[in-house]
């Protein structure tokens, strides 16, 4: 019983241990254009992303996102915008190529009350990436309840640079 305590408390040390080899934090910007109902209102998106990244396994990256999405407004509408809380999770088949992945959490809403509030959110995408940054293709759906169907949903690219620890 003693090697099965000893043994479980080494693997957990080894597997929290966070090194530029399995760890960093991804900082950038994406641009995106409104379709659905935020068509309507907004003529195109543009955001801010922070992540930080763990590298469960060589193939995939687990981590938690925010950031900041700006959508600017077509006439007669206002400004508003919405941050994003979650987690994420990436498939890297190899060292350097593609990868997928998704983001999904909750997204607060900012500066309007005319446009509901918040909501469950969800940003499947696929790209390409090498050691100090990614570029992706993305959807990004934010899920909000009493806003009679009107939610967020925008296409868009974006990049990321990778922040090294040590």
Known sequence: MVSVFVWGAHAQQR?????RKNSWIKAGVNVGLPIA????QSSFALGADVKGQLMS???WGLGITSGYTHY??????????SIPVGIFGRYYPARQGFFAGTD??????TGSDLNGNGGMYVRPQVGYHNR???IFGFYNGIFRKDTNGANLQYVGIGTTF????D
Not at 104 to 109: C, D, I, L, M, R
Not at 162 to 165: E, S, T
């Open 104 to 109: 999904v959490g909750y997204s607060f809403q």
């Open 72 to 81: 600017f407004p077509k006439e007669g509408y206002e400004n508003f915008g």
């Open 162 to 165: 990778n922040i090294m620890f």
């Open 37 to 40: 109902d935020l068509a309507d």
């Open 132 to 134: 100090l940054w990614n």
């Open 15 to 19: 597997a929290t241990e966070i090194s």
């Open 57 to 59: 396994t060589p193939n």
